[in-house]
């Protein structure tokens, strides 16, 4: 190897530490919102406001669209989900011509969707501005969240959700408020 070669080799060596250092913190703020979020996509359209943090939220847009509002924020394995399964007759639609007592059902039995039995429309998944869906929270199709909602870790919530509150549980009831006036340490919070 040549004297140039190597000192290039050097220089481009040097380049890409100093780069690295220089972008880390670029990455890093980036993937604050960006982390690891996954998306099962639909029909479905997923808008996101200004400044939603993401860590690794599942937004499944398969029966509907969903809305995040502005400076929204999700904890860890989030799950916004839309997508349903209809049933007919005691089995899922897909497979209501379908003997299941037959032995070989292979060809029949993909993963089985379709939208006779997942409604490409109809359940979508509002949420307001300013809210904190904390770590495990889901949120089931059809389901509106106001402004300033507070969704504790694991809660399922399967109904509309008013401005301000603070929904626990499954399902999901209200047992508080983020308003400041309700709750003197609400800045702690949410
Ligand atoms: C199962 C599911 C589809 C039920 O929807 P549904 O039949 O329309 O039922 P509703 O939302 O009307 O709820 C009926 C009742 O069950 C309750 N409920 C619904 N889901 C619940 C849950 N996961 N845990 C506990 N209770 C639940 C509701 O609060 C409601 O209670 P109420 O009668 O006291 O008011 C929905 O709750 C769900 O789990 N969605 C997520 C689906 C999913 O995993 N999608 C991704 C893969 S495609």
Redesign the pocket.
Known sequence: MGPTLALSILIIVKLRIRLRSLLRPVVRYLAFFHYNTYYHEGDGKLTLGHRVGQCNVLF?T?SGDITVGDYTIFGYNTMI?T???FFDGGKRVSLKDIDLTQAVLKEHLGWGGGPEE?PPRGFDINIGRSCFIASGAII???VTLGHGVLVCANA?V??DVPDYAIVAG??AKTIGSTMSDENPDTRLRA
């Open positions: 499944n398969a989900l997508g349903r399964h997942v089931t199709g059809g399922v399967t109904k499954i399902p």
